[in-house]
Each structure stands twice: as C-alpha cells, then as structure tokens.
Nanobody
Framework: QVQLAESGGGLVQAGGSLRPSCATS????????MAWYRQAPGKQRELVAV???????NYADSVKGRFTISRDNAKNTAYLQMNGLKPEDTGVYYC?????????????WGQGTQVTVSS
C-alpha cells in the first residue's frame, strides 16, 4: 500500500517561507510523478506544482517565481519550497503521487498539512 506523509506546514507572516515535505513508502518513488495541491477554506482543491519522473516541473500561475517543487529519489521525498508567502496562500497542502505498482497504477494522497499566512 502506498503511503504519503506530509510535514513542514505551519504559521508564518506574509513574506516568509516554509518548506513542506512529502515522504512516501510502498512504491518505487523514482517512477512516481509528484505534485502538491492546496485547498483554501470554501474553495476547491487546486494544483500548485508538479514534478515528473525526469524532474520537469510546472507551476500554477499564482505561485510561479515564488514556489519550487523538488524531489530526492534517494530519500523517497518530495518538497515544496515556498518563498514570499501571501495570505492567499493559506490552505491545506496535499501531496499527490501517481505511478506504477506491481499490480497496476496508483494515485495516492497524503493527509495534508496546514499552511497559514498572516498579514
């Protein structure tokens, strides 16, 4: 069973930084595309950033130039470096992993980590 565990959220003032991480187990990490989503109160979950198995990255327009997604295949962990945080970045950040398993394909989610940016 694939498991994802996020950590590294928290409360920060506007302009500050956070670096959530997503540790995975139960899959071949290097074969997973990894992504971060977020969900603000009363809003739908939205894609923030994605990194492919070849480390190609893509970002939502709202975070381009401020956020950086990365992966460490040796540690089975993905990261989201968030700089220049704004109050509108507040929300629960979820890690997502998609990739092959021995039996087929998985699309797995973590439990989420809260990010709160105060003005």
């Amino acid at each position: 069973q694939v498991q994802l565990a996020e950590s590294g959220g928290g409360l920060v003032q506007a302009g500050g930084s956070l670096r959530p991480s997503c540790a995975t187990s139960g899959s071949i990490f290097r074969l997973n595309a990894m992504a971060w989503y977020r969900q603000a109160p009363g809003k739908q979950r939205e894609l923030v950033a994605v990194i492919t198995t070849s480390s190609t990255t893509n970002y939502a327009d709202s975070v381009k130039g401020r956020f950086t997604i990365s992966r460490d295949n040796a540690k089975n962990t993905a990261y989201l470096q968030m700089n220049g945080l704004k109050p509108e970045d507040t929300g629960v950040y979820y890690c997502n992993a998609r990739g092959p398993t021995g039996l087929g394909f998985h699309d797995s989610w973590g439990q989420g980590t809260q990010v709160t940016v105060s003005s």
